[in-house]
């Protein structure tokens, strides 16, 4: 019965190594040194609906360089809270992408945006659970301050276009 289960499996494999070797898999470019330079355990001060609350990011490139890979714990209105995330940069959108889940909801978040060289800031926007349970349009904004400071606004995107800030999260990097 395992036999069989594998089957498709090793078939799918023997025919996509092939494949794969036979073109060129991508490589990390600039963008993907810019996000490797924020690797490292960063402390996090949560803002939110006039409360504050502190928690840890950690973050890594995995995946070939390709990827930054985010590990978030803490707490958030005296709630344990963790999230991941996933950022690249896709060459072909010519953007930035990111993907986020956490333990407050079973849908990720997908996001995608720009860099801003002369603001050093990135820009993200895109779509979630709400709150109250129906996709909502999402935007994120971090500021890089300087190396080892970082500050990240969430908003939701309201029906009218504005701009309905959710959370401000202040990153200081560990040293």
């Known amino acids: 019965m395992r036999i069989i289960r594998l ?3 090793a ?20 963008e993907h040194a810019r996000l490797k330079q924020i690797e490292g355990t960063w402390d996090a001060t949560v803002k939110m609906n ?16 390709l990827w930054l890979i985010a590990d978030f714990e803490g707490d958030v209105g005296g709630m344990k809270f963790q999230g991941h995330g996933l ?12 993907v986020w889940a956490d333990s407050f909801s079973t849908t990720p978040m997908t996001m995608e ?9 990135q ?4 779509e979630g659970a709400g709150m109250d ?3 909502t349009k999402y935007k994120s904004v971090i500021e890089y301050k300087d190396a080892d400071t ?20 202040t990153y200081k990097r560990r040293r």
């Open 150 to 169: 970082m500050t990240q606004t969430m908003s939701t995107v309201g029906k009218d276009g504005k701009d309905n800030v959710m959370l401000t999260i």
């Open 113 to 121: 945006g720009t860099y801003d060289e002369k603001a050093k800031t």
């Open 87 to 98: 950022d690249s940069y896709d060459a072909g959108k010519k953007k930035y992408v990111s």
């Open 11 to 30: 078939c799918a494999l023997a025919l996509l190594v092939p494949a794969a070797q036979a073109q060129d898999l991508p490589k990390p470019g600039p």
């Open 123 to 126: 820009t993200m926007v895109g």
């Open 133 to 135: 349970g129906p996709r």
């Open 7 to 9: 089957l498709p499996v």
């Open 50 to 65: 006039g409360q504050e609350s502190k928690g840890t990011m950690k973050y890594k490139m995995g995946l070939g360089g």
